[in-house]
Nanobody, 125 residues
């Protein structure tokens, strides 16, 4: 089973930027889609973004489109989430997600993924 380790947690002011990283191990990274989800206090976990195994295709939640960018480096077995123009409503625990099956279409449903331990992002107003 894949192991996922997130980093890049932090506290930032509204309008600022932060980059999250997720290092994966335990299987062939370059054949699996990778994504990010988040869970705000008192809310359910929600989809943020996903990138295809080749890095060619991406999908974003409407709430982050134009502000967040997901990318991957298959040579480093790492996926990134660049977050710009952060808002207080972006405050959440962010989870790295690894697709359960190789070379699939891009899914938003969380039952298609394995999870990291999560990393806290706090945006102050």
């Amino acid at each position: 089973q894949v192991q996922l380790v997130e980093s890049g947690a932090g506290l930032v002011q509204a309008g600022g930027s932060l980059r999250l990283s997720c290092a994966a191990s335990g299987r062939t990274f370059s054949t699996y889609n990778m994504g990010w989800f988040r869970q705000a206090p008192g809310k359910e976990r929600e989809f943020v973004a996903v990138i295809s195994w080749s890095g060619t295709n991406t999908l974003y939640a409407d709430s982050v489109k134009g502000r967040f960018t997901i990318s991957r480096d298959n040579a480093k077995n790492t996926v990134y989430l660049q977050m710009n123009s952060l808002k207080p409503e972006d405050t959440a625990v962010y989870y790295c997600a690894a697709a359960r099956l190789p070379r699939t279409i891009l899914y938003r449903r969380e039952d298609n993924y394995y999870w990291g331990q999560g990393t806290q992002v706090t945006v102050s107003s």
